[in-house]
C-alpha cells in the first residue's frame, strides 16, 4: 500500500526511484566528514530522474457512529484519548495505538512551542553559507520538485502557491517520502530486507546530523536545519515499511490506525513545521498537528478503500478483519471480488469512517497561513471526491479503480480558493486555545 503524500501543513507566523539509492542503502555507504554536504551533491547523476509512476477515538464501527473520531475537552481545548487502554486476550493492558500516535503529536507541538518560548524565531534560517555549496544546494532542490512535477502533479501545482523556501522544502520532503514508499513498493521491493530498512534509518540518522549521503539526502538535511522538524515521523514511516514486509492483514481498526498513522499520519507531522499557522489563528499548536494527522489518515483510509481490489491481488487485505467477520464477509469473497449487499453495506460504513476523519482535518486548514490554505484544501476536496467515485461505482473497487477526472479536479480548485479565502476564527472553539 502505497504511502499517501498528502497534507502540508505548518506551524509558523507567516513529497522516486533516485538513480541507484537502492543499492547505496544496501551496501550502506555513508559520508561521515565535515564536507559531506559539498560531496553528497557532487554525487549527482546526469539526467532527470525516471522511475515508476505510480487522543484519537478510533471510531469503531461498534460506536455505530455516535461520537466524533477525536473526543473534544471543553475544559483545555485539547484532543484526549478517551480509550487509551486497551485489554490483549492474556487480560494485560496495553497503550492503544491512538494513545501512542498522540504521544508523538504532543512531542512534536513540543518541539515548535519550545523554540516559541525560547524566542527563536521559526522562519527559515539563512541559506547555507559553505562556499561552493549554494548553487549545488539549490540545484538539488530543484531536483526534487522535477520529481515532485513528475510523479504529483497536482500537488506540484499547488506547491508554488507557497512561498519559495517552503515550496523547496515541500519538495524535498514528499522526495524522502517517496524513496521510502519505493523501497517497499517499487521496482525493487523484492530485494528489499529489515537489514536495508534499518540502513536506511541510519541513513536518515545522518541526514539530520548534517551527513547527507546523496543530493537528493542534501536537501532534506538542509530543510531539516532550517525548520523545527524532529526525526520520529520519519523513523514512523519507516516502520510503516517493515510492517508492509512482514503484515499483510490487520485485525481490527486499532492495527490498522497504527499502520495509517505510519505510511501517512506522519507526512503531515513532518510537514507542518514548514508551512505555517496564520499569525492571528487562536488554534494551539498540537491541535493543528492534530487536524494534519487526521487529514493523513482520512487520505490513507480512502487510498486502502479505493486499492481494494489491487491489493487483493498482491495479496494484501488493508480491511479490519473484524469487521470483515461482522459483516458476514470472508477473505475468499474478497479475493473473488464479489459485490454484494453486504459487501455494499460494509463499504458504507467504512467510508462514512474516512469521511469523519476529513472532516476532523477541515477543522485545522483555515487555520493554516493564507499562502498554504488553498493547496491543502485542494488535496482534501479532492480526496474526498475519490470516496464518491467509489459509490458511483456501486461499491465495485474489485475491477473498477475509483478516480477523480480532469475536468472535476478543474472544478475543484475554485471551490477549494473560495473556502482558502475564509479567515482563522478568533472566537471560542475546540482548536482555540484555552
Known sequence: MSATLLWVVTTNTDFSNCIGFVGSIREGGRFHDSRSITRALGLRAGGRLKGKKSKWNSCSLNSDFKYSCLGGSESTGNFPVLSSLIANPAGEIAVSSEQKVYDVVLKQAALVNEQLRSKQALDVKPDMVVPGTLSLLNEAYDRCGEVCAEYAKTFYLGTLLMTPERRKAIWAIYVWCRRTDELVDGPNASHITPTALDRWESRLEDLFAGRPFDMMDAALSDTVAKFPVD???????????????????YENFDELYLYCYYV???????SVPVMGIAPESQATTESVYNAALALGIANQLTNILRDVGE???????????????????????????????????????????ARMFFDEAEKGVTELSSASRWPVWASLLLYCKILDEIEANDYDNFTKRAFVSKAKKILALPAAYTRSLARPSKAPSELVKA
Open 231 to 249: 526525526i520520529q515521523p520519519f523513523k514512523d514511516m519507516i516502520e510503516g515499511m517493515r510492517m508492509d514486509l512482514k503484515k499483510s492483514r
Open 264 to 270: 501517512a499520519g506522519t507526512v503531515g507531522l513532518m
Open 311 to 353: 491489493d487483493s491481488r498482491r495479496g494484501r487485505i488493508y480491511l479490519p478483519q473484524d469487521e470483515l467477520a461482522q459483516a458476514g464477509l470472508s477473505e475468499e469473497d474478497i479475493f473473488a471480488g464479489r459485490v454484494t449487499d453486504k459487501w455494499r453495506n460494509f463499504m458504507k460504513k467504512q467510508i462514512k469512517r
